[in-house]
């Protein structure tokens, strides 16, 4: 069997005293889509940014490639192959459009590559293109998730961390994002671990899921069976036909299974 990609395990994070991830073990093998669902406050984003060595981990490890990088510090994670897409984009408001893919790709000694995968972005969205010189701050938010995403691209990574991407997006925009998701990861086989609280689109895009309740994991499965789960349907997926049986479940909250 060969190794996960990815593996955390059993990993603590905090801030000061409170403890936002409480003993969660994951794995993402290579070129799969992993989401994180949760509600809000749930710790998805601490574990991005546990992962991304934003975060130290109080507890457990991390490892990439069979690594462990748990405290080697995000300069050297993004070295290694991780790119982290955080909440809110967090593009640089004061560059150009250009001038944000290239701080991506500042790791980066291959002066081809770069062109060659600016020209990609730019086709995955050619909107980018239009706007190449235009200050990042002025553009739409759906606009600089998009640059987010680009950039993270020109990092030239094996693996994206994506925290949100629906945040704050149209229906429309939102499927237009998770669609070049699915081209990256398919095209260029970047493994991706996505974070969301769209329920719906991730399950449709990813391979595998957990949930993640108060810093916990408490379920894990392949998204097709975690479609089928009354739990998911009533309460991530919003069927509220599906069934009495999961609102008992919700309201014990220790019998997630
Ligand atoms: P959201 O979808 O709202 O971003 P999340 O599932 O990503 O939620 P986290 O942002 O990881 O959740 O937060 C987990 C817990 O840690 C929450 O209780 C949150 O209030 C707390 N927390 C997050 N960031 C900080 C911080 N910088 N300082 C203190 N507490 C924090």
């Known amino acids: 069997m060969t190794a996960p990609l990815l593996a955390l395990s059993n990993i603590e994070s905090v801030y000061g005293p409170i403890k ?3 003993g969660v073990s994951l794995s993402v093998d290579k070129g799969q889509i992993v989401t ?8 998805k984003s601490t574990i991005l940014k546990t992962i ?18 748990s405290n080697v510090g995000p300069a050297n994670i993004v070295r290694r192959g991780i790119s982290h897409v955080p909440e809110g984009r967090e593009v640089f408001p004061l560059l150009t459009v250009h001038e944000n893919l290239l701080m991506g790709a500042y790791t980066r000694r291959d002066r081809d590559g770069v062109a060659c995968d600016t020209e990609v ?14 200050l ?10 998009m640059l987010a995403l680009s950039r993270a691209i020109l990092a030239g990574p094996e693996l994206i961390l994506l925290d949100e991407p629906s945040l704050g997006l149209s229906p429309r925009l939102t499927r237009e994002i998770f669609e070049i998701v699915v081209r990256i990861n398919r095209e260029r086989g970047t493994t991706i ?8 689109m991730a399950l449709n ?49 220790k019998t997630w299974r």
């Open 205 to 253: 895009v990813a391979d595998h899921g957990y949930i993640l309740e108060n810093g916990r994991i408490v379920m894990e499965d392949s998204c097709e069976r975690l479609r089928e789960k009354d739990d998911i349907k009533e309460f991530y997926l919003g069927m509220k036909d599906a069934g009495a049986r999961g609102e008992r479940r919700w309201k014990k909250r």
């Open 136 to 145: 990042a701050g002025l553009l739409s938010g759906g606009q600089q998730q």
């Open 36 to 43: 994180v669902l949760g509600a809000n406050g749930a710790g």
């Open 121 to 134: 972005v730019y086709s995955y969205f050619p909107i980018l293109k239009e706007r190449t010189s235009q």
């Open 20 to 22: 936002a991830i409480r």
């Open 52 to 69: 991304s060595g934003i975060l130290e981990p109080r507890k457990g490890s991390v490892q990439f490639r069979g690594e462990d990088i």
């Open 193 to 200: 671990l996505l974070v969301e609280q769209n329920a719906n």
